[in-house]
């Protein structure tokens, strides 16, 4: 039966993860995958979590089966944090949201509903994306193609042909876009440059699906959300996932989100009733533990206030090391303009260095990136910063 079936290659991403763990050597640094690690180098437990699941032990409930669309509250809380808890769009109940299992998983519930809507249409995203981007879209049947995003000689984004692109896109075509802290470049739009996006979306009749995995890595949780707003107020149907994996740090409990913002009322009546096929179809429907920790945090005044703070201090304690990291490679010598690392936001810096320079990373120094040159800032510390400035400063000098 499987005498036919090829190896397949490892994940880009968490296939770096594997490589790690089977690496024997001390000191080495895992800068690949997109988790924030304390200033010990350790995966934190947030208080606000830690509080929250210590009153769910005190009193613990028994676990039946969520509805398909996951934890009423759960999802109310989502929108709150999406659209604004007294959001006119919400209040005209006018958002279908569901649990998901990630963000991957709303991505993924979206292009499941997406190709059952319009099975011809392309789905554009950006040059280049998140890893997974591609792969899921052209599993859930599409054709994946790119739209150009990151420009290497003004190591920025390169705006008008993003623009162009859009603007020659066929109508119906889905966009997939970074809300925030674009991955793996971590370069933004500016408002003004999302107003001219969102305009381009409209004129085009495109579908913009929004990936919003970082929400208050980059300047601020409402900050970091505007780009919302402004689909609103272009009266747009998209869509929206949201992860709490990075900003709770449950990555393992995998509690994320899909909202799609639809005309009326009885429009998302319908399309929520569509979502929960996609769901009840795939995996039934989702786990109760992370969602519930999330719903209890954010509807909880003083755990809210508790996480935003300690968001707050992840986002702050990132900014010091691209500044560190930066100040460290000067010391060591390199002769580049590195201001770059400092404009870039979110979890990760795109370096730069080419897939050859990210391998001897990895085989000479135990220092692991993804092979497009993006680096996790947020796995540096004191401690392993070091190794890591040696290690590129090695590379860029050879
Ligand atoms: C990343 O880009 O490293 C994260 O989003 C984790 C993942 O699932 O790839």
Redesign the pocket.
């Known amino acids: 039966l499987f005498a036919a079936v090829e190896m397949a290659p490892r994940d880009p ?2 296939g770096l993860n594997e490589q790690f763990n089977a690496d024997t050597r001390p000191g080495k640094v895992n800068l690949g ?2 988790v924030y690690y304390d200033e010990n180098g350790k995966l934190p437990l947030l208080k606000c979590v830690a509080r929250a699941e210590a009153a769910m032990q005190a009193d613990p409930k028994a676990r039946g089966y969520l509805p398909i669309d996951g934890i009423a509250a759960y999802d109310k809380a989502v929108q709150g944090l999406v659209f604004g808890a007294d959001s006119a769009i919400l209040a005209a109940k006018r958002v279908a949201t569901v649990q998901a299992i990630g963000g ?1 998983g709303g991505l993924k519930i979206g292009a499941d509903f997406l190709k059952r809507l319009n099975p011809t249409a392309k789905v554009l995203i950006s040059d280049p994306s ?1 890893e ?1 981007h591609r792969a899921l879209f052209s599993n859930a049947g599409f054709t994946v193609e790119t739209y150009p995003y990151y420009d290497a000689a003004s190591r920025g984004i390169n705006f008008e042909g993003l623009l162009a692109a859009l603007s020659a896109a066929a109508v119906g075509t889905v966009v997939v876009l970074h809300a925030c802290c674009h ?1 793996p470049t971590g370069y933004d739009l500016t408002p003004a440059q999302w107003e001219q996006v969102v305009a381009a979306v409209k004129a085009r009749g495109l579908v913009a699906f929004l990936d919003m ?1 970082y929400q208050g890595f980059g300047e601020g949780i409402a900050e970091d959300g505007a780009v919302i707003q402004q689909f609103l107020a272009a009266d747009l149907d998209f869509f929206v996932s949201t992860s709490f994996s990075k900003s709770f740090s449950l990555y393992g409990e995998r509690v994320g989100a899909l909202s799609v913002v639809c005309a009326s009322a009885e429009e998302t009546t319908k399309v929520l009733s569509q979502l929960k096929i996609v769901i009840r179809t795939n995996y039934s429907n989702p786990p109760t533990h992370g969602a519930q920790v999330v719903a209890n945090v954010l509807s909880t005044p003083a755990l809210r206030q508790l996480w935003e703070e300690e968001l707050a201090g992840m986002r702050q304690r990132i900014r010091l090391m691209r500044t560190a990291l930066v100040e460290a490679l000067l010391k060591a010598g390199a002769q580049q303009d590195l201001s770059f690392v400092t404009r870039q936001k979110g979890m990760f810096s795109y370096s730069g260095l080419t897939a050859a320079q990210m391998q001897r990373l990895r085989s000479e120094f135990g220092v692991y990136g993804v092979d497009s040159g993006r680096i996790c800032v947020a796995a540096l510390n004191e401690h392993n910063l070091p190794r890591v400035v040696q290690a590129i400063a090695a590379v860029i000098h050879d």
Request: aromatic share 12%; proline share 0%.
């Open positions: 991403i968490l995958v997109g991957t998140w997974n991955n995995a």
